[in-house]
Nanobody
């Protein structure tokens, strides 16, 4: 059974930082592209950052320079370090695992950026 379990969300003030974690099980982690997506209230889910199985990273333009995605294949975990958070980045953050023919989602973790 595949599971992606996110953690690390919460309430943070504008300009603050959070680190999200996603622990995977039931997949051959090293062959999956791992990503973080977010869904703000009333909006579509959007890509935030992806760390591919071959070591490349992609970021949404809005988070470049502030967010960092990393992965630890030994710990079967992907992380998202978020700095200088903005109120408009409030939403549910989802972990995603994607291979050539499989896609899995976590249940999401809420991030609220508010004073």
């Amino acid at each position: 059974q595949v599971q992606l379990v996110e953690s690390g969300g919460g309430l943070v003030q504008p300009g603050g930082s959070l680190r999200l974690s996603c622990a995977a099980s039931g997949i051959i982690f090293r062959i999956y592209d791992m990503g973080w997506y977010r869904q703000a209230p009333g909006k579509q889910r959007e890509m935030v950052a992806v760390f591919t199985s071959v070591g490349s990273t992609t970021y949404a333009d809005s988070v470049k320079g502030r967010f960092t995605i990393s992965r630890d294949n030994a710990k079967i975990t992907v992380y998202l370090e978020m700095n200088s958070l903005k109120p408009e980045e409030t939403g549910v953050y989802y972990c995603n695992a994607r291979s050539l023919n499989r896609t899995y989602w976590g249940q999401g973790t809420q991030v609220t950026v508010s004073s």
